[in-house]
Nanobody, 121 residues
Framework: QVQLVESGGGLVQAGGSLKLSCVASGSISNIINMAWFRQTPGKERELVAR???????NYADSVSGRFVISRDNVKNAVYLQMNNLKPEDTAVYYC???????????????WGQGTQVTVSS
């Protein structure tokens, strides 16, 4: 089992920046994919960005060019630098760690508790 602890959420004005952090502990040796998802009330959780141990990075179209995902394998951490934030980026952001790299999270994926990001206009 993998435990994930997120930090860095908060309130920011449109055009501002925030950096989310997520540190993994526990059975981390099998983690291949680390990712950030977000969710707003009444909507499904959606992928924001993901990074694999093989170096592949994917971004959602809505954040490409504004957000940057990075990973520190020594610290077992993943980060999300969010720039030029927009009100539509407001959501609860979840860290995800998965031993599989696939089109959607596997049944073996672990999730953080979520951190709120609010962007005011």
């Amino acid at each position: 089992q993998v435990q994930l602890v997120e930090s860095g959420g908060g309130l920011v004005q449109a055009g501002g920046s925030l950096k989310l952090s997520c540190v993994a502990s526990g059975s981390i040796s099998n983690i291949i994919n680390m990712a950030w998802f977000r969710q707003t009330p009444g909507k499904e959780r959606e992928l924001v960005a993901r990074i694999g141990t093989h170096g592949v990075i994917n971004y959602a179209d809505s954040v490409s060019g504004r957000f940057v995902i990075s990973r520190d394998n020594v610290k077992n951490a993943v980060y999300l630098q969010m720039n030029n934030l927009k009100p539509e980026d407001t959501a609860v952001y979840y860290c995800n760690a998965d031993p599989w790299w696939g089109p959607s999270p596997s049944n073996e994926a672990s999730w953080g508790q979520g951190t709120q990001v609010t962007v005011s206009s």
